[in-house]
């Protein structure tokens, strides 16, 4: 415990964190405009000149006011997840950039125990920014359901279990950008690469699945499990999408990935020069 206030202080004692805060802010209300715009589609495609008969059916289960809840409640997800990487990045590269790393050691020797302290920390920190969006969420969420005229459907266990992976999710992202975060130890570096893995990862392999699920059939679609950032969203619907993956096994994918993430930067930090 005494490592992980240690590493809070020094989380709280930068400016980091609450500029990310801050940036979080207003991309969660434009992630918001946009799911509201997307829900009302989702409704009432006829508003928007969609015939009935031309939808899929992944649009139509899409459309179940579970799904469309669920989607509402862990609004915010995709960038959110992404600023919580960059935290748990900043936890290890901030040691290196700033070259406090060596005093860190010395006055802790079992470098093991160090890095643990930074996991616990970055996972605490992220669960704290779920915490707030999740607030958020359920404050403006059942006025929006209301305007959509589905009801605030939180009688329904699915939308708590899609908040709570949504909360997995996000601890599971803090500890990934500690494990990243000591694989790349340039600060700009690991920060700009994340970046461009996340985004690839979503958009690039997204289109790229969709494009070879239209070719070879959707079994396809289950590699999008091999993507994090396509794994970390598929936990949060409300109920299983035809043609995807089940909820269950993204959180698996995820859980598997923040454990090697973990695994693999305390045996590097530990046999890693550090001077």
Same mark, same amino acid.
């Given at each position: 415990?005494? !490592?992980?206030?240690?590493?809070?202080?020094?989380?709280?004692?930068?400016?980091?964190?609450?500029?990310?805060?801050?940036?979080?802010?207003?991309? =969660?209300?434009?992630? !918001? &405009?946009?799911?509201?715009?997307?829900? $009302?589609?989702?409704?009432?495609? *006829?508003?928007?000149?969609?015939?009935?008969?031309? @939808?899929?059916?992944?649009? #139509?289960?899409?459309?179940?006011?579970? %799904?469309?809840?669920?989607?509402?409640?862990?609004?915010? $997800? &995709?960038?959110?997840?992404?600023?919580?990487?960059?935290?748990?990045?900043?936890?290890?590269?901030?040691? /290196?950039?700033?070259?406090?790393?060596?005093?860190? /050691? !010395?006055?802790?020797?079992?470098?093991? *125990?160090?890095?643990?302290?930074?996991?616990? *920390?970055?996972?605490?920190?992220?669960?704290?920014?779920?915490?707030?969006?999740?607030?958020?969420?359920?404050?403006?969420?059942?006025?929006?359901?209301?305007?959509?005229?589905?009801? %605030? $459907?939180?009688?329904?266990?699915?939308? =708590? @279990? *899609?908040?709570?992976?949504?909360?997995?999710?996000?601890?599971?992202?803090?500890? /990934?950008?500690?494990?990243?975060?000591?694989?790349? #130890?340039? $600060?700009?570096?690991?920060?700009?690469?994340?970046?461009?893995?996340?985004?690839?990862?979503?958009?690039?392999?997204?289109?790229?699945?969709? @494009?070879?699920?239209? #070719? &070879?059939?959707?079994?396809?679609?289950?590699?999008?499990?091999?993507?994090?950032? !396509?794994?970390?969203?598929?936990?949060?619907?409300?109920?299983?999408?035809?043609? %995807?993956?089940?909820?269950?096994?993204?959180?698996?994918?995820?859980?598997?990935?923040?454990?090697?993430?973990?695994?693999?930067?305390?045996?590097?930090?530990?046999?890693?020069?550090?001077?």
């Amino acid at each position: 415990m005494r !490592l992980v206030r240690s590493e809070l202080l020094k989380i709280r004692t930068t400016h980091t964190w609450w500029i990310f805060a801050l940036i979080a802010l207003p991309l =969660w209300g434009i992630t !918001l &405009f946009f799911n509201y715009i997307s829900s $009302q589609f989702l409704v009432d495609p *006829a508003s928007v000149g969609a015939p009935e008969a031309a @939808q899929s059916e992944e649009l #139509r289960v899409a459309a179940d006011p579970l %799904n469309i809840a669920s989607n509402l409640y862990t609004n915010g $997800q &995709f960038l959110g997840v992404m600023i919580v990487m960059l935290l748990g990045i900043i936890v290890v590269t901030n040691e /290196f950039f700033h070259q406090t790393a060596t005093t860190t /050691f !010395l006055t802790t020797p079992h470098r093991t *125990a160090v890095v643990l302290g930074k996991l616990v *920390a970055a996972a605490l920190l992220g669960l704290l920014f779920w915490i707030v969006t999740a607030a958020l969420n359920l404050a403006v969420t059942p006025l929006i359901l209301s305007d959509l005229g589905l009801g %605030n $459907q939180l009688d329904q266990g699915a939308v =708590w @279990q *899609a908040i709570a992976l949504n909360g997995l999710a996000y601890l599971l992202w803090a500890v /990934f950008g500690v494990g990243f975060g000591v694989l790349i #130890r340039s $600060q700009i570096g690991a920060t700009v690469t994340g970046i461009l893995l996340y985004l690839a990862g979503y958009i690039g392999a997204g289109l790229f699945l969709a @494009q070879l699920a239209q #070719r &070879f059939g959707d079994w396809i679609n289950n590699l999008q499990l091999l993507v994090p950032s !396509l794994a970390s969203q598929l936990m949060t619907t409300g109920t299983d999408l035809p043609g %995807n993956p089940p909820r269950w096994a993204g959180a698996v994918v995820m859980v598997g990935y923040a454990v090697v993430a973990g695994t693999i930067g305390t045996l590097i930090m530990r046999r890693r020069d550090i001077s």
